[in-house]
Nanobody, 116 residues
């Protein structure tokens, strides 16, 4: 079993920056892919970023390209999503997600709110 503990997020004005982190209870070297999703009320979760041992990509949403950056912190056994130039439409609950031993695990979700 894997626990995913998220931290970060919060409230920021448009144009500001925030980051969210996800720390799994097992070594990140044992996890093939750690993904970030976000969800707003009434909408399906959408994939924002994915991190593997080879690096992180945010090439899933045109709206965040060039603004969001994923990274792995080996020392902290965590992955992070740095979000810059935030827009009100980035307001959502952000979740990290992994598949480990054929089971799916979600983080508890972290609220990111961007005011206009």
């Amino acid at each position: 079993q894997v626990q995913l503990v998220e931290s970060g997020g919060g409230l920021v004005q448009a144009g500001g920056s925030l980051s969210v982190s996800c720390a799994p209870s097992v070594s990140i070297f044992r996890i093939n892919v750690i993904r970030w999703y976000r969800q707003t009320p009434g909408k399906q979760r959408e994939l924002v970023a994915a991190c593997t041992s080879g690096g992180c990509t945010t090439n899933y949403l045109d709206s965040v390209k060039g603004r969001f950056t994923g990274s792995r912190d080996i020392a902290k056994n965590a992955v992070s999503l740095q979000m810059n130039s935030l827009k009100p439409e980035d307001t959502a609950v952000y979740y990290c997600y992994v598949v480990f031993d054929s089971r799916e695990y979600w983080g508890q979700g972290t609220q990111v709110t961007v005011s206009s």
